[in-house]
């Protein structure tokens, strides 16, 4: 694929990465992200098109491609065209927060509007893998951003409706987006929706919680962790635990596992 035509739209893009399909790695993908029925992944469809080569794609078309276009790949039947409409928004909404741009006020509204257009297609982030990879760079980089749409309360009210909604994808936003906060040293978002999050019934959950915490250990206090830990590990699910104390010593992983 080429970038020689100065923009493609999203049926272009749609139509190439249909040519792409790979029938034997569509039915390794279609196994891993669990798409039978009764899964979490139920559903979904695969072009059985790597990661990497997804990237090379959204590599060539992010600088032209209208924001108008994308919602088009967001709610296409196949996962790795939403995945190339979510990096596209990762990608522009990076050039739009960086440090000589944090406070303009043109590149404040374009920032807003890529979060708002993310938050309307959040349900079409519709695999872990989605989430991970959009979240923390669109809506975790916005929390610590400033925004014409309100202050840090109006952004604690945008996580909660997130962390609320019946949603499991949308609730994996609201966790999974510290990430971001965590890399820029502010623990109290991961701190707030581990502990809202903290009795949720999916393991997938479980897992993010535990990942966050062990990020929040690891960048920005382990004494935080362990205050975390002295308060909830005893209640906490067997899964969220062992992701949270992963980069422990033995000894002290063995303690937290008989809380």
Not at 8 to 25: C, K, N, P, W
Not at 93 to 110: G, S, V
Not at 153 to 164: C, F, G, H, I, P
Not at 242 to 248: F, G, Q, V
Request: one cysteine or more; a positive charge.
């Amino acid at each position: 694929m080429t970038s020689e035509k100065a923009v493609m739209t999203a049926q272009e893009v749609i139509s190439y990465m249909e040519t792409l399909r790979d029938e034997e790695q569509r039915r390794v993908l279609i196994r891993f992200f669990k798409t039978a029925r009764g899964e979490y992944g139920y559903g979904d469809e695969f072009l059985g098109i790597k990661v990497p080569r997804t990237r090379e794609v959204v590599k060539a078309v992010a600088k032209d491609m209208p924001l108008s276009e994308i919602p088009e790949l967001l709610t296409c039947r196949w996962h790795e065209v939403r995945l190339c409409g979510l990096l596209l928004l990762v990608w522009q909404f990076e050039r739009l927060a960086t440090k000589r741009l944090t406070n303009d006020a043109e590149a404040m509204r374009r920032r807003d509007e890529i979060l708002q257009l993310y938050l309307k297609h959040a349900e079409r982030a519709n695999n872990w893998d989605l989430v991970d990879m959009s979240a923390p760079k669109i809506l975790g980089c916005w929390l610590m951003l400033p925004s014409a749409l309100g202050d840090r309360d109006y952004k604690l009210r945008v996580l909660d409706e997130l962390a609320t909604s019946p949603c499991l994808w949308r609730q994996r936003m609201s966790m999974v987006c510290t990430w971001k906060t965590l890399q820029m040293g502010d623990a109290s978002w991961c701190l707030r929706y581990a502990e809202m999050h903290l009795h949720h019934s999916h393991d997938l959950m479980h897992k993010a919680v535990g990942w966050m915490l062990r990020e929040m250990g690891k960048r920005v206090s382990m004494d935080l962790l362990r205050d975390f830990l002295r308060q909830h590990a005893h209640e906490m699910p067997r899964t969220a635990l062992r992701y949270a104390i992963e980069k422990m010593t033995d000894e002290e992983r063995q303690h937290w596992m008989r809380s």
